[in-house]
T-cell receptor
Framework: GAGVSQSPSNKVTEKGKDVELRCDPISGHTALYWYRQSLGQGLEFLIYFQGNSAPDKSGLPSDRFSAERTGGSVSTLTIQRTQQEDSAVYLC?????????????FGNGTRLTVT | DAKTTQPNSMESNEEEPVHLPCNHSTISGTDYIHWYRQLPSQGPEYVIHGLTSNVNNRMASLAIAEDRKSSTLILHRATLRDAAVYYCILRDAGNAGNNRKLIWGLGTSLAVNP
């Protein structure tokens, strides 16, 4: 079946511009995560959505970052006034259940380059 | 800081077994040991997880030390497609907040020689 889909796969933007990154989770998956993977660093948690519950935004690095999930499915991560340090691969993952050991299914990420 | 430590890189020959070690000396009683791998230009892929007992699935085996302070991912016959970065992470099944904020280290980059 279809996996987690992210778009665009690559995005180059100028410093100061806003960008939107999209994630289509696997159909029926209730939990959705955003992570950031910077060069030479491990994955960094950004935000978590679970059903209709309030999202866990504790990983967002600044107020320039925001995310929403509409209708419990598609999610959009928005970065305003991008900075060069925002350059990274942004990964989205979803899980089938709320079980704390449910495997995360990742998309292939959006590679963001801020020039 | 990552709660696990892994060698930066390892090398193996095709069709030979590979043992990828992971140390997690500060593991708590509710932490499950999970392994993921990441092929080039792809997102991480789930491999296996366990708590105390050794686990087997179609991809790999997981051997967990009796004191749970270390574990080993075993690929029984490496193929060229197994060349990837392998991540060992701990998931706290006792705390949902901690559980979702998985702390990923840099993993082990596995090279497989033909």
């Amino acid at each position: 079946g279809a996996g987690v889909s992210q778009s665009p796969s690559n995005k180059v933007t100028e410093k100061g511009k806003d960008v939107e990154l999209r994630c289509d989770p696997i159909s029926g998956h209730t939990a959705l995560y955003w992570y950031r993977q910077s060069l030479g660093q491990g994955l960094e948690f950004l935000i978590y959505f679970q059903g209709n519950s309030a999202p866990d935004k504790s990983g967002l690095p600044s107020d320039r970052f925001s995310a929403e999930r509409t209708g419990g499915s598609v999610s959009t991560l928005t970065i305003q006034r991008t900075q060069q340090e925002d350059s990274a691969v942004y990964l989205c993952a979803s899980t089938e259940q709320t079980g704390l050991n449910s495997p995360l299914h990742f998309g292939n990420g959006t590679r963001l380059t801020v020039t | 800081d990552a709660k696990t430590t892994q060698p930066n890189s390892m090398e193996s020959n095709e069709e030979e077994p590979v043992h990828l070690p992971c140390n997690h000396s500060t593991i708590s009683g509710t932490d499950y040991i999970h392994w993921y791998r990441q092929l080039p230009s792809q997102g991480p892929e789930y491999v296996i997880h366990g708590l105390t007992s050794n686990v087997n699935n179609r991809m790999a085996s997981l051997a967990i030390a009796e004191d749970r302070k270390s574990s080993t991912l075993i690929l029984h016959r490496a193929t060229l497609r197994d060349a990837a970065v392998y991540y060992c992470i701990l998931r706290d099944a006792g705390n949902a907040g901690n559980n979702r904020k998985l702390i990923w280290g840099l993993g082990t980059s596995l090279a497989v020689n033909p």
